[in-house]
């Protein structure tokens, strides 16, 4: 037998893919309401989703569709004045399927390059006002009230960027096979594969919460980064649980562990070791100071407009909500491609997200928000992961009464 | 000049059509919000809707997705008992646009034989839990409380069934060809061929309305059909009129001239002249006997469970709701063409419809729904236009004070 006996073909591995999301990633119970959030560019893998959905005993599967040239028309064409209307009906629909009791997929995709043009003021007033629209379903995701998902697929213009020597179906192609790898969906049994991964997650953030380390020290490339940990803080990886005792796994790939930083307790300056590709505007070179947990200074080498818009947004904006591990041998690090797409290339590093914090991050945060607040959570209508880990980072945990010990050296887990 | 110097490239027509069905459908009047809604197949029509309403002034355009592929897996695969369920988002969208003095243009296009195989029982279920649910937004289109449009898109399936000697993509470049035709987008000022084509409709629907037929009579190829007009009814055709004075064609293309028939007063045997393409089903030779303006009998060639259905869905739905005159010789009959897209077949033969009337066919029916029921207006979750017209058609108007009167001779008119 040779190894091309046992190769799946494209559609097999398509197959696995949706088949991971809907039974690994919302854990599916049969009965439950499911929405698929997908781009028009898109189709073959919603429809994959939607089908595999109703065979994990769906009761109903809708796809809320976007497209990104109609986006990019309403910031080339639409007056001024404007951006602040949003349809909320797109809002109202994650809305009625959580509170229907159902889970939300969403394919997350946008040319990088979308909103080059476009004027910084005017993405971020569409921004804050969708964010605030938002507010009461991204809750329920803070809140792990819903079992939710984020996959991805292809754009040609994210696989251009990623494959610049070869023709866009090519690189489109070359996209997809990572894409399988990254999710395991290229193995023969990729259900078992995950649940192994799973369980080597869920070991890490055990000893992490067991730790309850004071903060967290962040040293090497640039970066020289204190960032104090919320009061008994639970670190999160893997799966997670909504109320109902649902078990799912909001990304695929998931190559993190995190927690909630203490909102008022971060020091020094931090620089980006990678891109963020934000709403289809590329910023990188990030360059940040906080002073009492707060953003003090923020630079960027490109997309610094929209950095600074991004910070000013709110109060909670100029502060850290997440703070997560990543080992620099992840598979996707390994790859050594960067993919213009936080749900992977925050799964290549390590990383920290400006904005709100997820509630179970901090044990009472769900219940109470006041809890969540006095215990150092912060809140904001934004949550923006970028990446800071390398090879040359070491972490070192802080513990409660003083101690210093090795987290992770040269980009590596060392506890 | 050869001919070919002065023929527009496909780009240019579909330019055109977008920019008909943005000035001429909506008549879209600058600040106007839009909603479109597009099957993902007919991703680029809809992106060059998007693009030609901001360029008419629209201060937000979104498109609402939707998908043949999706709705075919739920009435493959979802569970008994959940067709009820709906996305009520959906609907809200077109709520949320319309209550905003928004405008809405539709590019309905369904694959004929997408629900071939599915269960008529189910069908009918979800349709009515959609029109239940939709009911305030159809009132809102039925008082032309709106500027709404339809237009259509070829789908690979509807191309096949009408072109079916050629390759599938060649197909679908004749379907595009046939659409540009009879939307007059094929000519170099399609804006003045419309102005032109209105000002007939208009000449013709206000000598139907001062006419005030008691009822009109059809004859020919098995029909023999006396279908009584509301009293005080009007004559719609071309363009219609919002409350704040927007002038906007429902439909590219029309053809017709319609108006509301008395619901009590249909009397005789009528029979399709054409297949009724029904939500993924072809519905063809249906045979149905009125007796006091309700159905007695109802039976199909095919499709005949679907068509009972569609009956049984409430008491107006055994009644008629519009009766509209298209001369045999109108562009879309001349192609030759079945269309299997209601927008396009009924603009080729006189045709009429089941269920609920236009409200504004009826004077004082917009004000008031009592005025409109006394005066023999129809009521319905359902409005479902069918074909009866042809070349052997007679149709008759008779006079309040009981003259017979000629209105159509072999399907074409003589007044
Ligand atoms: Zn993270
Ligand atoms: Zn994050
Ligand atoms: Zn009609
Ligand atoms: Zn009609």
């Given at each position: 037998?040779?190894?091309?006996?046992?190769?799946?073909?494209?559609?097999?591995?398509?197959?696995?893919?949706a088949?991971?999301?809907?039974?690994?990633?919302?854990?599916?119970?049969?009965g439950?309401?499911?929405?698929?959030?997908?781009?028009v560019?898109?189709?073959?893998?919603?429809?994959?989703?939607?089908?595999?959905?109703?065979?994990?005993?769906?009761?109903?599967?809708?796809?809320?569709?976007?497209?990104?040239?109609?986006?990019?028309?309403?910031?080339?064409?639409?007056?001024?004045?404007?951006?602040?209307?949003?349809?909320?009906?797109?809002?109202?629909?994650?809305?009625?399927?959580?509170?229907?009791?159902?889970?939300?997929?969403?394919?997350?995709?946008?040319?990088?390059?979308l909103?080059?043009?476009?004027?910084?003021?005017?993405?971020?007033?569409?921004?804050?006002?969708?964010?605030?629209?938002?507010?009461?379903?991204?809750?329920?995701v803070?809140?792990?009230?819903?079992?939710?998902?984020?996959?991805?697929?292809?754009?040609?213009?994210?696989?251009?960027?990623?494959?610049?020597?070869?023709?866009?179906?090519?690189?489109?192609?070359?996209?997809?096979?990572?894409?399988?790898?990254?999710?395991?969906?290229?193995?023969?049994?990729?259900?078992?594969?995950?649940?192994?991964?799973?369980?080597?997650?869920?070991?890490?953030?055990?000893?992490?919460?067991?730790?309850?380390y004071?903060?967290?020290?962040?040293?090497?490339?640039?970066?020289?980064?204190?960032?104090?940990?919320?009061?008994?803080?639970?670190?999160?990886?893997?799966?997670?649980?909504?109320?109902?005792?649902?078990?799912?796994?909001?990304?695929?790939?998931?190559?993190?562990?995190?927690?909630?930083?203490?909102?008022?307790?971060?020091?020094?300056?931090?620089?980006?070791?990678?891109?963020?590709?934000?709403?289809?505007?590329?910023?990188s070179?990030?360059?940040?100071?906080?002073?009492?947990?707060?953003?003090?200074?923020?630079?960027?080498?490109?997309?610094?407009?929209?950095?600074?818009?991004?910070?000013?947004t709110?109060?909670?904006?100029?502060?850290?909500?997440?703070?997560?591990?990543?080992?620099?041998?992840?598979?996707?690090?390994?790859?050594?491609?960067?993919?213009?797409?936080?749900?992977?290339?925050?799964?290549?590093?390590?990383?920290?997200?400006?904005?709100?914090?997820?509630?179970?991050?901090?044990?009472?945060?769900?219940?109470?928000?006041?809890?969540?607040?006095?215990?150092?959570?912060?809140?904001?209508?934004?949550?923006?992961?970028?990446?800071?880990?390398?090879?040359e980072?070491?972490?070192?945990?802080?513990?409660?009464?003083?101690?210093?010990?090795?987290?992770?050296?040269?980009?590596?887990?060392?506890?």
């Amino acid at each position: 037998m040779t190894s091309s006996d046992t190769e799946l073909t494209f559609e097999q591995k398509l197959q696995h893919y949706a088949d991971l999301a809907v039974r690994v990633g919302l854990g599916l119970r049969a009965g439950q309401r499911v929405l698929v959030q997908a781009p028009v560019e898109a189709a073959p893998l919603a429809r994959a989703v939607v089908r595999s959905a109703y065979e994990a005993g769906a009761s109903f599967a809708d796809v809320r569709w976007d497209d990104d040239d109609v986006q990019k028309a309403r910031f080339e064409l639409a007056p001024e004045g404007s951006f602040e209307t949003i349809s909320r009906w797109r809002v109202d629909a994650e809305l009625e399927v959580a509170n229907d009791a159902g889970a939300v997929i969403a394919i997350r995709a946008t040319d990088p390059g979308l909103h080059a043009a476009a004027d910084p003021q005017k993405l971020a007033q569409h921004q804050r006002a969708l964010a605030t629209y938002r507010k009461p379903y991204s809750l329920q995701v803070m809140t792990n009230q819903l079992n939710w998902n984020l996959i991805t697929a292809p754009l040609p213009g994210s696989a251009r960027l990623i494959f610049p020597d070869v023709p866009v179906e090519q690189a489109v192609k070359q996209y997809w096979e990572a894409i399988f790898k990254a999710a395991r969906a290229d193995q023969p049994d990729p259900i078992a594969a995950w649940q192994e991964h799973l369980d080597k997650l869920h070991a890490r953030k055990k000893i992490l919460t067991d730790k309850q380390y004071h903060a967290l020290h962040f040293k090497g490339g640039g970066t020289d980064l204190t960032v104090g940990l919320a009061e008994d803080h639970i670190w999160g990886g893997g799966t997670s649980l909504t109320p109902s005792g649902i078990e799912f796994t909001a990304n695929i790939p998931t190559e993190e562990v995190w927690t909630a930083p203490h909102r008022e307790r971060v020091e020094g300056t931090v620089v980006s070791t990678k891109p963020l590709s934000y709403n289809g505007v590329l910023i990188s070179g990030i360059r940040i100071r906080f002073e009492g947990g707060r953003v003090v200074e923020a630079s960027a080498e490109s997309g610094q407009d929209v950095l600074r818009e991004l910070i000013a947004t709110d109060e909670g904006s100029h502060r850290l909500g997440e703070v997560a591990l990543v080992p620099h041998s992840s598979p996707i690090s390994q790859s050594g491609l960067f993919f213009y797409n936080t749900l992977y290339d925050e799964n290549a590093a390590s990383h920290i997200a400006i904005g709100s914090a997820y509630r179970f991050n901090i044990e009472g945060g769900v219940e109470s928000s006041e809890t969540f607040a006095a215990k150092g959570g912060n809140d904001s209508l934004l949550h923006v992961d970028w990446m800071i880990g390398s090879a040359e980072m070491d972490v070192d945990g802080l513990t409660q009464d003083g101690q210093r010990e090795a987290v992770m050296r040269a980009g590596e887990f060392v506890i």
